[in-house]
Antibody
Framework: QVHLVQSGAEVKKPGSSVKVSCKAS????????ISWVRQAPGQGLEWMGR????????NYAQKFQGRLTITADKSTSTAYMELSSLRSEDTAVYYC???????WGQGTLVTVSP | EIVLTQSPATLSLSPGERATLSCRAS??????LTWYQQKPGQAPRLLIY???KRATGIPARFSGSGSGTDFTLTISSLEPEDFAVYYC??????????FGGGTKVEIK
């Protein structure tokens, strides 16, 4: 069984960028889509985008176009989510999700504060 | 983009009671409808996929039904650990993947 292990919590200033990693342990995810989903405090789940590493296909939710970059390193089975031009509304827990077997990372809290 | 509407927003019930949660899609999602349970501080947990298939390790008191645009998650007899927020998700026509707004099942 694959476990997705995400990088630790981040505190960022408005206008800066954050990069969160998601590493598959116990297997690889190269053939399956990996999505990024976020959850603002007290709010629901919001899909941000996905990557299919083996095909190098990336799709973004329209809301994040131009501000979000999703990449993957097949050699280390690690996916990355980079969000730029951060604002306070980006404060949320960010999850990676392997879409085929529905494995979730543990979540990474990103706090955007002056 | 397919919009998923969950109702009710909050369900107040007692342990042992039956819970019925609804998820309605703005267009057909065929059977590609998934249900998750989420507890505070935890990632969502897969309950039901393809509208009615229980995920591994999910108790039989959880069941999913429906097709097309109307889906239901039923918890036949609530246990204390079932009080949580439940989300539906569709991947019939994605990207984008879309989620419903959630239903909170709280203790009455």
């Amino acid at each position: 069984q694959v476990h997705l292990v995400q990088s630790g919590a981040e505190v960022k200033k408005p206008g800066s960028s954050v990069k969160v990693s998601c590493k598959a342990s116990g297997g690889t995810f190269n053939n399956h889509p990996i999505s990024w989903v976020r959850q603002a405090p007290g709010q629901g789940l919001e899909w941000m985008g996905r990557i299919i590493p083996v095909l190098a296909i990336v799709n973004y939710a329209q809301k994040f176009q131009g501000r979000l970059t999703i990449t993957a390193d097949k050699s280390t089975s690690t996916a990355y989510m980079e969000l730029s031009s951060l604002r306070s509304e980006d404060t949320a827990v960010y999850y990676c999700l392997e879409n085929y077997f529905d494995y979730w990372g543990q979540g990474t809290l990103v706090t955007v504060s002056p | 983009e397919i919009v998923l509407t969950q109702s009710p927003a909050t369900l107040s019930l007692s342990p042992g009671e039956r819970a019925t949660l609804s998820c309605r899609a703005s267009q057909s999602v065929n059977n590609y409808l998934t249900w998750y349970q989420q507890k505070p501080g935890q990632a969502p947990r897969l309950l039901i996929y393809d509208a009615s298939k229980r995920a591994t390790g999910i108790p039989a008191r959880f069941s999913g039904s429906g097709s097309g645009t109307d889906f239901t998650l039923t918890i036949s007899s609530l246990e204390p650990e079932d009080f949580a927020v439940y989300y539906c998700q569709q991947r019939s026509n994605w990207p984008p993947l879309t989620f419903g707004g959630g239903t909170k099942v709280e203790i009455k």
